[in-house]
């Protein structure tokens, strides 16, 4: 009869936690934002389901982010997913592209060499995609960098690999105004 109850309470707590992880699983998906705010109050010895529940949740928020041009606030939710998985390859993307933006942004030289380096890191765990690429002409560009040759090679390369049409549209666009403005250094230096 002991034996019945031990078997029957492990059932029940296995079913309970299979259920609970669904359940959590479900949130990441359905609203991240509500999963990530209950971290702190569940067990700090996390399910291996959970755990996939929180990067789920943390990836989409920072993407999400990331989107809609809040680096910072990217560039924690992906560290967060790094904590809990730091193999995973999908969080250590954004995470360097939300970096590499938001040292762009800045517009200070010594962050302009730090965003190239993330930007070059970012096209190592992706090597098809070409938004990488772009973004490493347009921070040679920033810096003032005359060297139009490694800037139109960026480009190049970016328009090589994949890339949505609307930045494709913006690459070509900063492909011609950097030829424009080599050849005009150029008839200037004659």
Request: a negative charge; charged letters at 30%.
């Amino acid at each position: 009869m002991r034996a019945k109850s031990t078997i029957l309470s492990c059932f029940v707590l296995l079913v309970f936690f299979s259920c609970s992880t669904i359940k959590y699983k479900d949130m990441a998906s359905s609203n991240p934002g509500k999963l990530i705010s209950l971290r702190d109050s569940l067990d700090k010895e996390l399910s291996p389901g959970l755990i996939d529940a929180f990067i789920e949740a943390y990836n989409k928020v920072g993407i999400e982010a990331f989107n809609s041009g809040e680096y910072e606030k990217s560039i924690n939710m992906f560290s967060n997913s790094q904590e809990l998985s730091p193999g995973d390859t999908l969080s250590k993307y954004y995470f360097l592209m939300a970096s590499g933006k938001n040292k762009y942004e800045s517009g200070k030289k010594e962050l302009l060499w730090e965003s190239i380096q993330d930007f070059y890191k970012a096209s190592e765990l992706y090597p098809k995609i070409g938004e990488p690429f772009y973004l490493i002409g347009q921070s040679y560009l920033k810096l003032g960098d005359k060297d139009f040759d490694l800037i139109i090679e960026s480009y190049d390369k970016a328009l090589s690999l994949d890339v949505d049409e609307e930045l494709k549209i913006l690459i070509n666009n900063s492909r011609a105004e950097a030829i424009r403005r080599k050849d005009l250094l150029k008839s200037f230096w004659k």
